[in-house]
């Protein structure tokens, strides 16, 4: 599959579903090897490309190209949960590798053998077993977990052993729908690089900004019907969408009210020096978030998350404590304390400790030892993928909630549903008949009815589009609980998170480094620090002069009137270039202007917001 030009050709393809036209003339070319991501609202097509693409479903009209002979590859559903290990399971992927063992251990014309072996050297059998089990491992399987039987994991386990196989069969088109669904942090950021250096032409539906951003080198969009393709990774393509769409007026209020959300984050945390480091990386993506939505369609996927009253601090304390099943502690030593304004994000590999910890915090699990203090008025919100899955399936969103409010209005109840974008139709649907994403929203719905003080979320993300995350993201910057979080989502985190703690080695504790660190630590195999901390912390510096805490005030407000200004100036040039105007031929030349005008804005502000996070840093370190 060497030879460059097209992988994989869509010319003019149309497709209907109930007489609905799904997708209607839309084309495409993917050059061989490249990695591309497919993206668009949920419910657009994406799945039904793919099944198009494997010629499960026939066109209405157009045609799909692929070269002679192409293997294409995916994840369908999970391995059977039989008695063959997970190993063996993995390398029967490679049906070449297993037939040419198989024969060889039959054949008895020594041509035949000789021809046998020398294939065997070309596709590199005898190295077989060492890749597959380093996919096995990067997908978080241990070695001792390589050798038992399928059918001694889960369903979601056994997706990862199906990926894992399609990975080592490495087929010429690879096409992977929403992998990082049934993945944790550690296995989606394994995945990300093993696709970036993946040999062959990769197409992955996703909705997870990270992957999006990294492991791809451009976007398919699925949009209105039609595809089109953008050079670069999600947020190049957001940023040439919204300088192309957004509508002037809706634009500069969003920004704006995105602009208030960072500076309420910024002055709670300007002066709170053990949030520094995460907070310079939040405020740094917050203002870099670009709407690619229009307003009207962000109504429909809002989040209102209902406001606790403030409680004295810490809303919990634990000292000493320990935690575990059955009077098996799979956590101790635990000495951790939770405030209100508290965002932490939970970090560790799968089978550490993150769900029990998040149990013990909901009041799910006891304290074996130790002890664990907790305002007597706390309430917890608990959303995880399992509460999704008890939703009842015969009964609509308006029955769930009723059963919670037997004495509101209807028009209450029904207000309350709009607040998490369950619109009057799907009130009134049975649940079995909803989406993820719309199940989803109704369990956090359900979580937060009683305004928790302190929300615990396990990947919350699982069934969202792009744009209920983001919607996501600002419901929870609004919120004024605490937020304890576990999410393979690296873009989510970085945006709501500003603590990260470690579960590891059967105990809990503060991470030092940012996410950056904690991902190179993960792909580096690196395992440096218990915290993230390689260095020594300096001997304690003599505190600075109130002139100089003043003098580097200063230095931080004149940044951020810089980073003001060139926002501005980034909203009139975006309200230019949302004119459609602009586009026609005659002023093609102008249109190149502005979008040049674009770009050096956009790098200014970049430099200035590095300034200004420099400058908030400085002003943390002097304990100003």
Partial sequence: MGHPG???????????????????????????????????????????????????LSLESGDIHLPARARIGGVDQEVPG?????????????????????????????????????????????SAEARAASILKGLGFTDAEQAMPCSAFSGGWRMRVALAAVLFSAPDLLLLDEPTNYLDLEGALWLESYLARYPHTVLVISHDRGLLNRAVGSILHLEDRKLTLYQGGYDTFAQTRAARVAAAEAEAKKQEARRAHLQSYVDRFRYKADKARQAQARIKALARMQPITRPQEAALRRFTFPEPEQLSPPIIRLEGAATGYDGAAVLRRLNLRIDQDDRIALLGRNGEGKSTLSKLLAGKLDVLEGQMHASNKLRVGYFAQHQVDELRIDETPLDHIRRLRPDEAQAKLRARLGGFGIGAEQADTEVGRLSGGQKARLSLMLATIDSPHMLILDEPTNHLDIESREALVEALTAYSGAIILVSHDMHLLSLVADRLWLVRDGTVQPYEGDLDSYRAMLLGGDDTAKTGRADKPAAKAKRPSRDAILALRQDVRKCEERVEKLNEMRDRIATKLADPAMYEEQNASQAAVWNKKYSEVMDGLDRAETLWMAALERLEKAGG
């Fill in 6 to 56: 097209a992988m994989l050709r869509l010319d003019n393809i149309s497709y209907s579903v109930a007489g609905r036209p799904l997708i209607d003339g839309a084309s495409a070319m993917i050059p061989d090897g490249h990695k591309v991501g497919i993206v668009g609202r949920n419910g657009t097509g994406k799945t039904t490309i793919f099944k198009l693409i494997r010629g499960e």
């Fill in 82 to 126: 039989n008695e063959v290990s997970l190993l063996d399971t993995v390398l029967a992927a490679d049906t070449e590798r297993a037939a040419l063992l198989a024969e060889a251990d039959s054949a008895t014309d020594g041509d035949r053998i000789a021809e046998i072996q020398t294939r065997l050297a070309d596709i590199d059998a005898w």
